[in-house]
């Protein structure tokens, strides 16, 4: 059975950090393209980071860039998001996504 499982995530103050998991169970992460999305209320669902599976080649939103990085453990089939100088603005519930496979999403409260 192919999942995603989640974890990390949580309140954390502005300016403060948090790590994201998505570890794959019935496929390898290292082969697929990985996507890290974010939904807060009353919003669409919009796309965070991605890392390539062909060269680890990155690519994130605006809005993240520079306080956000996506990383790999392949030992681990797992894939990260290193969450740094958070911001209110960062409140969401977050996913990763593999080929059609999306993660059960974790929330992510910045809040003081």
């Known amino acids: 059975q192919l999942k995603l499982k989640q974890s990390g995530g949580g309140l954390v103050q502005p300016g403060g950090s948090l790590r994201l998991t998505c570890a794959g169970s019935?496929?390898?992460?290292?082969?697929?393209?990985i996507g890290w999305f974010r939904q807060a209320p009353g919003k669409e669902r919009e796309g965070v980071s991605c890392i390539s599976s062909s060269d680890d080649s990155t690519w994130y939103a605006d809005s993240v860039k520079g306080r956000f990085t996506v990383s790999r453990d392949n030992a681990a089939n797992t894939v990260y998001l290193q969450m740094n100088n958070l911001k209110p603005e960062d409140t969401a519930a977050y996913y990763c996504k593999v080929s059609e496979y999306w993660g059960q999403g974790t929330q992510v409260t910045v809040s003081s």
């Open positions: 019935g496929f390898i992460l290292q082969h697929y393209d």
